[in-house]
């Protein structure tokens, strides 16, 4: 999987193997064998190119290490143990990480009742068409 998520692109068994011989000695048939593994057990798709197939990862390395982290922690009969213990193993590169993916993912605040209500009196916030630009986004939207 290594391989394949680091080209981000179909990529055939021999290519795989010519990269893997670089490192060691390793059979066609092994690299044969273990992508179609992958591909039963849904880790990548492949298309057929000639007599041969094309291989591509069904996600990212990322969706696959946070789907093995969210799978270890809902294991925990106390996740706020277990997270409390999983930073405490964290390095300080990881915890910027983590704060920095924190950022990301936080909703803005939602304004004060009334602030930014610029709408006719007794118009509930939303209402206007012109103050939420989604609307005009939406089939039949303005």
């Known amino acids: 999987m290594t391989r394949v998520w680091k080209w981000n692109r179909p990529v055939t068994v021999r290519e795989v193997l010519e990269d893997l011989q670089k490192e060691r000695s390793i059979a066609y048939t092994t690299v044969m064998t273990v992508l179609d593994n992958l591909h039963q057990k849904g880790w990548v798709r492949r298309e057929s190119e000639g ?22 922690w809902s294991q925990s009969d106390n996740a706020a143990a277990a997270l409390v213990a999983f930073f405490g193993m964290m390095s300080e590169e990881q915890r910027q990480a983590l704060q920095d993916a924190m950022r990301i993912v936080q ?9 930014g209500n610029t709408g006719t009196p007794g118009e509930k916030p939303g209402e ?12 039949g939207g303005r």
């Open 51 to 72: 007599r041969a197939y094309r291989y591509e990862a069904v996600s990212t390395r990322a969706a696959y290490a946070a789907a093995l982290m969210n799978e270890a």
């Open 107 to 115: 909703l803005p605040q939602s304004p004060e009742p009334g602030a």
């Open 128 to 139: 206007n068409p012109d103050e939420n630009p989604a609307s005009r986004d939406e089939p």
